[in-house]
């Protein structure tokens, strides 16, 4: 499986802070025209940034309408920001999981999988079927930005009875999209609590 079919080719960066308010406007007004979608910063990313996503097939007008307009920009190239060890690269503990001790590690994907889909109501599912709104079309808009990445966090725990349930405390889009991309291995944090009982399932 892959996310092609849904990708747009074209990321292109542009400094907001000095984006005047009618240029801006100049270029939203093309939004509809130019099949564009617009990433203006969220908790994830700095609003100093203004992100352009569009599709193939317009990209040479957006790029003119630019120009036109002298907005400097940046193109980001698709295939390294999606390719997998870009991904690992920049993929990073959040503020949170530091404080908590947590670590990065490379968990199988069949076995996350198969584990996380044992409780259907949070698993998400093919194209993000089961999400919550549109985190994983964003997340994946998001991965094209080429900005660091936090990892999806997972515990581990035994019930009484001895089986090991394995549950996403964060990143249940991040893992789907990771997932559906073909990634044999998906970087995940988890605590030493964790570690130990994934290495007994063979997650790890």
């Known amino acids: 499986m892959n ?10 960066s542009i400094n907001n802070k000095t984006l005047h308010k ?30 352009i996503h569009t599709p193939d097939s317009k990209d ?4 003119r309408l630019l120009s036109k307009l002298k907005v400097p920009y940046i193109k980001i190239n698709e295939q390294e920001a999606l390719s997998p060890a870009n991904i690992f690269a920049r993929t990073v503990l959040s503020k949170d999981a530091q404080s908590r001790n947590l670590s990065i590690v490379m968990a199988d994907t069949t076995i996350l999988d198969m584990e996380l889909r044992k409780n259907r109501r949070s698993y998400v599912g093919h194209n993000g079927k089961n999400g919550i709104d549109a985190r994983y ?53 988890i605590d030493e609590k964790s570690f ?7 997650l790890l």
Not at 3 to 12: D, L
Not at 29 to 34: N, P, R
Not at 196 to 202: F, V, W
Request: some cysteine.
């Open 22 to 51: 009618d240029v801006k406007n100049k270029i939203c007004a093309k939004e509809g025209i130019y099949n564009m979608e617009f990433d203006k910063g969220n908790w994830r990313n700095s609003q100093d940034i203004l992100f």
């Open 137 to 189: 079309h964003d997340f994946i808009n998001y991965l094209k930005t080429n900005q660091t990445i936090e990892a999806p966090e997972i515990y581990l725990r035994k019930r009484d009875d001895g089986e090991i349930v394995t549950k996403v405390y964060d990143g249940r889009h991040r893992i789907a999209v990771f997932r559906d991309m073909g990634f044999k291995e998906i970087p995940v944090a």
């Open 60 to 63: 040479k007008k957006l790029e």
């Open 196 to 202: 130990i009982l994934a290495q007994e399932i063979g």
């Open 3 to 12: 996310i092609n079919k849904i990708s747009f080719k074209g990321t292109y």
